[in-house]
């Protein structure tokens, strides 16, 4: 038995409500369900006599315990509670379509596309549905690197909307997932459209250098203080060589646990309330750092380029993409102190390798670096130049709304 249930919200003298009448009808029309329950929470009863002897089928309006051809439910004001379902509750604009035997129900919305997009939008419904499935069983599950967004921002997820992506979400759940997504899609921020161009220009070429600085500075470091001396000035190297000569340690156990330490700092400050936790990150850094130079635990030099990396890393506008490059800012480190600088390159060229690999939905994790889009990575254009969406997304309307 096929049955909907439906709120007393499509019976209401309002435009909207028969225009959500009107589109509740063209699915009844295709379905033909057995039996309609209504919530009802105000008189209407002239609107659904009329509607059940229209379509000569049963109409339950009746609050309590009701046993229709084996269904058996309660029927309250606001709510449903049905066998073998879960309790159902309607909203303004929606239905739920139940399949009794079958023990299927779903929500169907109304109020999101007009009659003649519906089948489009359940085509496009059950491929985001499988994309997602194969999404969330990754293949590549031990990739650090996250292959969705997710936002509390409602200009972020407009600005994805725009740019021609899928925004999911997911009832009583403030976070949206946006997808697909790329590299560059974390390094750009909504707030550069309230910026003038040449402003979030420079924002994000800026943080591109910083990310390279946090991401390879301290592995470098090891490697040219290890292996390559000869690379380094000669000032340098003797200022470097004079602040180590009472340090017990080498060059790498001190900036991976410098690193280390930092990294506990940080988990330290985010456990703690807002106010605090960061007082608790920079003063425990100073104060920390200040003591175990002053005791000959590590090098001044050490603890600059380190603490240069952590707030180079702190550029970084998504987490989720810092949380994976700071552990690969640690393996490169180990790299360039044990392999030098051929360390560094040969972890930099697996890292490159590991994003190319990587897909969203499809889209290449890289993109549009691969694809010769690179001015739109770098440069945000005037928004009134801005007249196409990105084509490597392949939107169904290349032009941006204007």
């Not at 109409?59 to 709510?79: E, K, P």
């Not at 309790?87 to 109020?111: K, P, Q, T």
């Not at 939107?395 to 941006?400: C, D």
């Amino acid at each position: 038995m096929l049955l909907y249930y439906i709120d007393d919200s499509f019976f209401r003298p309002t435009a909207f409500a028969r225009l959500m009448r009107a589109r509740l009808e063209s699915w009844m029309e295709r379905d033909r369900p057995q039996l309609v329950v209504v919530s009802v929470s105000v008189r209407c009863d002239s609107a659904l006599r009329e509607f059940a002897q229209r379509w000569q089928i049963p109409v339950l309006t009746s609050s309590g315990v009701f046993d229709y051809g084996g269904v058996r439910g309660i029927l309250r004001c606001d709510s449903l509670l049905l066998e073998p379902f879960p309790l159902m509750r309607c909203y303004s604009g929606s239905f739920i379509r139940a399949e009794v035997r079958r023990g299927r129900a779903e929500r169907v919305y109304l109020d999101f596309f007009p009659d003649e997009q519906t089948e489009a939008f359940l085509r496009l419904s059950e491929q985001l549905e499988k994309m997602l499935s194969e999404q969330l069983a990754e293949k590549k599950w031990y990739s650090p690197f996250p292959q969705f967004q997710t936002t509390q921002r409602p200009d972020r997820a407009a600005m994805a909307v725009l740019e021609g992506r899928v925004i999911v979400m997911c009832d009583n759940s403030p976070i949206g997932l946006i997808l697909p997504t790329d590299y560059n899609s974390f390094i750009r921020t909504s707030d550069d459209y309230y910026s003038r161009f040449e402003i979030a220009t420079f924002g994000r070429i800026l943080r591109y250098l910083a990310l390279g600085v946090s991401l390879l500075l301290p592995g470098i470091y090891a490697a040219m203080a290890m292996f390559h001396q000869q690379m380094l000035p000669t000032k340098l190297l003797l200022s470097i060589i004079e602040s180590k000569q009472d340090v017990p340690f080498s060059t790498l156990f001190e900036v991976v646990g410098l690193l280390c330490a930092f990294e506990l700092l940080q988990q330290a400050g985010l456990h703690l309330p807002q106010a605090v936790g960061t007082a608790v990150s920079i003063i425990g850094g100073l104060v920390v750092g200040t003591a175990a130079v002053d005791a000959k635990l590590v090098s001044p030099a050490a603890l600059i380029v380190t603490a240069s990396s952590g707030i180079c890393g702190f550029t970084l506008p998504n987490r989720e993409l810092s949380d994976a490059l700071r552990l690969w800012r640690l393996g490169l480190t180990v790299l360039g102190g044990v392999l030098g600088l051929f360390g560094v390159t040969a972890g930099l060229l697996l890292l490159l390798i590991k994003l190319a690999g990587l897909e969203s939905l499809g889209r290449s994790y890289l993109a549009p670096f691969g694809e010769a889009e690179v001015k739109g990575a770098l440069v945000r254009e005037r928004l009134t130049e801005q007249k196409w969406r990105d084509g490597t997304l392949r939107p169904l309307g290349e032009r941006n709304q204007r």
